[in-house]
């Protein structure tokens, strides 16, 4: 019977109805991320972050259908169908929704359906937007002080007609310390005169949070009477969240998302995204939103047999030059796969460029015998220079593009010199589409490249609209290199790494956000 109803269960699939979180990728919960990543089919929300859907695999299908203001992607019913026929399919379907599943989601009515069609499913809460977004803006909905009480209500719908989708106005207005209304920035005027109406003084702090969570949160602050009139003066885009009661005077004093320093901003990490997330980090715990768009990606050489020669003669050489992390990567992959390990290297003495690579060799467990404080061929070059004996042999795996600079640098020190291709660099998978539509909206704030072919490759994909789309944007760079390359294209570069690391870039990053200005 067991199997039996492991088969049916494989046949009919499975829909998980997953709360994506109130904005911010990182406050979806652990059993989300895992839903999202076994997914065959994600269904996602408009309030589901785009970073989200990097966690689904390569292969999952990914269907759109968001609901804006009078714009729905697909009508419920449709919605519905889809859940139903993908699961019917024997797939594995995540149904990812803004917020919370069942708080004003319809997540409940999926449910429902895929019940009453026998379809297996499992509800995953998420973080509601109604309690993150406004201690996102330093408002705590309940506190000791000023009330242990607290209504969540809707606001989308008609508030001229009683109740409003079920609210009773005339027992909720006093009834509860704090109001929190979701989706109704549209009724503003409406909803704020009916609680009046009802009891509540229009000298009551009220505050309306935009973007809640999210580095673009805005937050407007004004009596209940005034606030409507206030939020016709502002730009405060959907969603916004309307939080009313005494708690709100706390803001003052506990407002804290907007104190980090890369607060407002949306940041491309242009990186590979095996190697996107030390940057990514680094700017989601400075305040800023990490974008990983990734432009590049490294691949082995189509032809190995050049790089297996050079590693089955590695006793013959006297250096090792290793340029980048992925040439550590990929020169130890064929190291293993030829049966060869470490033992090779010991006559030979090993440079790396930059603390990365040199971290790497030392992960290898391998001495690095010089690291030039210049993280770049020059720099090398410079420390060398009284290192390097005329005769000696001197290897260097790296990127098949790499400069021309090095080795003739080194031959004319008299070394004898064998450049392999270890790696390629090739067309990230990235979503450009997102990238071209963000910045259409002016919605980013800043690209990083880390290397020239994150630069070369951003411009070949913007094709002829590269200029008109990068205006505006904040250009960041992790070295001079890679500055070189991008002034070689006509970009012009506003920020750059002293020290060319990560750390360096991030470095950067809060210099410049130093002078920002931004909402509060």
């Not at 009683?162 to 979701?182: E, F, I, P, Q, R």
């Not at 930059?354 to 770049?376: F, H, Q």
């Not at 690391?501 to 200005?517: H, M, P, Q, Y």
Request: aromatic letters at 4%.
């Amino acid at each position: 019977m067991l199997r039996e109803g492991s088969q049916m269960q494989k046949k009919r699939g499975m829909v998980y109805l997953v709360g994506a979180g109130p904005g911010d990728p990182e406050l979806i919960t652990v059993r989300g991320l895992k839903c999202i990543a076994r997914a065959e089919v994600l269904v996602y929300d408009r309030l589901a972050s785009p970073g989200l859907l990097h966690h689904a695999p390569s292969r999952c299908e990914l269907v759109y259908a968001g609901k804006g203001p009078g714009a729905h992607t697909l009508k419920q019913a449709e919605i519905n169908a889809i859940l139903l026929a993908r699961a019917r399919e024997g797939r594995i379907v995540t149904r990812l929704k803004g917020g919370d599943p069942f708080l004003f989601g319809r997540g409940g009515e999926e449910a429902e359906y895929l019940a009453e069609h026998g379809i297996p499913f499992e509800v995953v809460p998420g973080v509601t937007s109604a309690l993150a977004v406004p201690a996102a803006a330093g408002i705590p909905v309940t506190h000791r002080a000023y009330t242990s009480s607290l209504a969540i209500i809707t606001g989308h719908g008609d508030p001229r007609k009683h109740g409003m989708d079920g609210v009773a106005w005339d027992k909720l207005s006093t009834g509860a310390g704090t109001l929190v209304l979701l989706m109704g920035r549209a009724n503003l005027a409406e909803i704020t005169q009916k609680i009046m109406e009802n009891g509540r003084s229009p000298r009551t702090p009220a505050a309306l949070i935009s973007r809640g969570t999210m580095p673009q949160q805005c937050t407007l602050c004004a009596p209940l009477g005034e606030i409507a009139a206030q939020a016709e003066q502002a730009v405060l885009p959907p969603p916004a969240i309307l939080v009313i009661g005494e708690v709100v005077k706390l803001r003052q004093k506990l407002a804290w998302l907007e104190q980090k320093p890369l607060f407002g901003c949306r940041v491309v990490v242009t990186r590979p995204r095996e190697q996107a997330a030390a940057l990514a980090d680094a700017i989601a715990e400075l305040g800023g939103e990490p974008l990983v768009i990734p432009l590049i990606t490294i691949a082995p050489p189509v032809d190995t047999a050049p790089l297996d020669r050079v590693i089955r003669e590695i006793s013959s050489y006297d250096w090792v030059i290793f340029t980048s992390v992925n040439g550590v990567k990929y020169f130890w992959e064929r190291l293993r796969c030829l049966g060869r390990d470490i033992r090779g290297l010991k006559g030979a003495r090993l440079c790396a460029i930059g603390p990365a690579t040199c971290a790497a060799l030392e992960g290898k467990g391998l001495r690095v015998d010089i690291v030039p404080s210049a993280y770049r061929a020059e720099g090398l070059l410079e420390r060398l220079k009284d290192e390097i004996k005329p005769g000696e042999h001197v290897l260097l795996p790296r990127a098949a593009a790499a400069r021309p600079l090095l080795p003739r640098a080194l031959a004319s020190l008299g070394a004898r010199v064998t450049h392999v291709e270890a790696y390629r660099t090739l067309p990230g998978k990235g979503d450009v589409s997102l990238l071209r539509s963000l910045l259409r909206e002016r919605d980013v704030q800043v690209i990083t490249f880390t290397s020239p072919s994150t630069v070369r490759q951003c411009l070949v994909l913007l094709g002829s609209e590269a200029g008109e789309l990068l205006q505006g944007v904040t250009l960041a760079s992790i070295g001079p290199i890679t500055t070189a390359a991008a002034r070689s294209l006509g970009l012009e570069v506003d920020v750059e790494a002293d020290e060319y690391t990560i750390d360096g870039l991030v470095k950067a990053l809060l210099k410049w956000a130093s002078d920002r200005t931004v909402c509060s």
